[in-house]
C-alpha cells in the first residue's frame, strides 16, 4: 500500500521524440525523471491512456491494410482490449478492468474508429496512385531526436504528414484584447513541423502538406514553413543539450504550474512538486504528516495529516493499512484523490496511491 521513492539516478536523455517535445518543453524535469525511472510511471496511466494506445494499433493495421473490412476490424479490435485488460490484471491495475465499462463511451469511440476503414472504392483508387507508409520512423541524422510517423502518403505531386489523435485537437487562446480564439494546439503544430524537419533531413525534400486527424476523421490542416519546421528542429537539439547539461552540473529546475503537473505521472519523486504540494490545496493531491487515523464499522477507515496549519482529512481508504497509520506521524504524500466539496476533505479513488 505504501511506495517510497529510493535514490534517483539521473540520466542524459539520448533522444527525444516529436510528441514528446512539447511536454519537454513546459518541464524538462518531467523528462529527466521518465528518463530516471525507466520510462516506468510513478502513478497509474488512466484508462483513456490505455485505450488511446489500443485505437492507435488498430488504426495502424487499418493503415496498413491487415484490417480490411469489418469483420477483421471487430476480431482484432476484441484482441486488442483483451491484450490490454490482461496486461493491466499482471500489473496489478485490475481496478481498470473490464475496460469497456471503464473507458468512457468505449462503444461510440469503436464506432468512430470504424469510421476509418478504407470503402472499397477508396482502397481501389489507393491501389493505383498513392501510396501510404504508416509508422514510419524518422530520425535526425545525428539521432537526437526521433519518432515515428504515424501515416506519410505520397502522391505524384504531393507528400502528406498525417498525426491522428484521440482528444481535442483545437483550444481555446486569449488574443491579448481580452478577446478569444480557437486553434490547433500548439504543441501539435510543433510535432508536425519537427516531423516535417525530420522528413527533409532524411529525403531532402519538406512534405508539401502537415494535418491532423481525429476520431471522427475530421482533418485539420497545419500551415508552415520551412524556416519554421528548421527553427523547431534546432529549439528542440538546443532544449535536449541543456536538458541533459543539468544532469552534469544538478543544477535542476522545474515548472509546478497546475498544467504541467496535473498530469504527470512523476509527482511523487518531484521535489519541485512536493514543495507546491505543502501549501496548495487546489489539486487533487495531498501532503503532511499523519496526526491520527480512524476505523469503521464498514471496512473503511480516514486518515487525518496535518499540512502546513491545516488538519486535511482523507475518507474512503481501505482499512487493511489501519496499523500502518496507528501511532504514526510520518510524512506521507497521496495522489490521486476526490476533492469533497467541503473544504480540506478529500477520498480515496481506485487510483489513489501513497509515497512515503
Ligand atoms: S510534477 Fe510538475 S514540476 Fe515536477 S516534473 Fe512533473 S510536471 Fe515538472
Redesign the pocket.
Known sequence: MINKIEEINFKEIKRISPSQFYSMK??A??SL?TEAFDNKPLLPISVNAHFGIVFHKVLELILKGVIKNEDDFNEEFEKKIKELEDDLMKNGFSFLVPVKIKVKNIGLKKAQLKKHLRSKTEQSTSWKSTKFYSEKWLESNDKLIGGKVDLIIKKSNSIEIVDFKTGAIIEDYLDGKGGVFADIKSGYKEQLKLYAYLYFENTSKFPTSLSLVNLTKQKFSVEFTEEECKSVFEEAKRLLITTNDSVRTGAFS????EE??KY?L??PA?S??LR?LEKDFSLNDVMGEIKDVKKFKNGKMSVFLHTGKRLVTIKNFNADGFDYFMGSNKKISIYNLRKEVAEFIYSATDTTMIYE
Open positions: 513546459n518541464c524535469y518531467k525523471l522545474a515548472t509546478p504550474k504541467n503537473c504527470c512523476f509527482r518531484c519541485f512538486f507546491k
